[in-house]
């Protein structure tokens, strides 16, 4: 009979920095909402989305600013839908199986209707090199009304009650509610 002895080996090496070398820049130095982490903010009236997609060093910039645009499109959906599911899931127990369908639609990016009102104001490149790769950052911010996210808010709501009639229930007894409350003096 065999011995069965478990061997260990432990790997053990140095976590060396890569060196990030900035080849090329649109400007001297990175605008603030370039290094900030946030995805999106409210200044004023407006909603603020940043996005960040990163290509190779021999791909076209203005296909990276495409896919960055994209991606602060698919910010917007992805932050209404979680708000949505938020305010649902406070409202009632949890979601049908179609609400979560149509929820799971609108962050996948099948969300049928359309992003309106929304402007990408400001567009950052940094070209770069670590380890010897060469690689591209694409930095896009956008704005959005507050009226206009709201008005995309309720399109995905409504798309949602009519998947789940539950949802439809609670949202006619709140505008019943809020209207009969309106009008008592």
Do not use: H
Request: glycine content about 6%; some cysteine.
């Amino acid at each position: 009979m065999k011995k069965f002895i478990p061997i260990f080996v432990l790997l053990t090496g140095c976590a060396t920095s890569q060196q990030r070398q900035v080849l090329e820049s649109q400007s001297a130095g990175r605008p603030e909402w370039v290094v900030s982490t946030k995805v999106s903010w409210v200044t004023g009236d407006q909603v603020n989305f940043r996005s960040q997609y990163t290509i190779r060093g021999d791909e076209r910039p203005n296909g990276c600013f495409q896919l960055a645009r994209i991606e602060v499109k698919e910010a917007l959906l992805r932050e209404v839908a979680e708000d949505l599911r938020g305010q649902i899931d406070s409202a009632q127990e949890g979601l049908s199986e179609s609400a979560e369908l149509a929820l799971t639609q609108v962050r996948s990016s099948e969300f049928g209707g359309k992003v309106t009102g929304m402007r990408f104001t400001e567009q950052y490149i940094e070209r770069y090199a670590t380890s010897g790769v060469e690689r591209i950052d694409c930095f896009v911010l956008a704005e959005i009304r507050k009226s206009d996210y709201d008005a995309i808010k309720r399109q995905v709501l409504y798309k949602i009650a009519a998947a789940d009639p539950d949802i439809k229930r609670i949202m006619k007894n709140r505008a019943i509610k809020f209207f009969a409350t309106e009008s008592s003096p």
